[in-house]
Nanobody, 116 residues
């Protein structure tokens, strides 16, 4: 059974930091492309960051570039998103996404409210 389980979300004040984790099971994690998406209230889901299978190439949306860092640990089947200098505009449900050669999978999401 395929599972992507996010954790690490929660209320944070503007300027604060959080580290999200996504633990995977049931598919070939180490050969999968991985991404983080987010969906703010009333908005469409948007791509936040992408990391390749080896972890040596990344992409970031302009809105998070320089503040967020995506990483992966293939030995632990885990992906991370380090989020610094959080702003109210970062408030959203954050989802991890995995793409294999033939399928893709979503996690259930973790909420990140940024508010004073």
């Amino acid at each position: 059974q395929v599972q992507l389980v996010e954790s690490g979300g929660g209320l944070v004040q503007p300027g604060g930091s959080l580290r999200l984790s996504c633990v995977a099971s049931g598919f070939a994690f180490s050969t999968s492309g991985l991404s983080w998406y987010r969906q703010a209230p009333g908005k469409e889901r948007e791509l936040v960051a992408v990391i390749n299978t080896f972890g040596d190439a990344t992409y970031y949306a302009d809105s998070v570039k320089g503040r967020f860092t995506i990483s992966r640990d293939n030995a632990k089947n885990t992906m991370y998103l380090q989020m610094n200098s959080l702003q109210p505009a970062d408030t959203a449900v954050y989802y991890c996404h995995a793409r294999t050669s033939s399928r893709y999978y979503w996690g259930q999401g973790t909420q990140v409210p940024v508010s004073a």
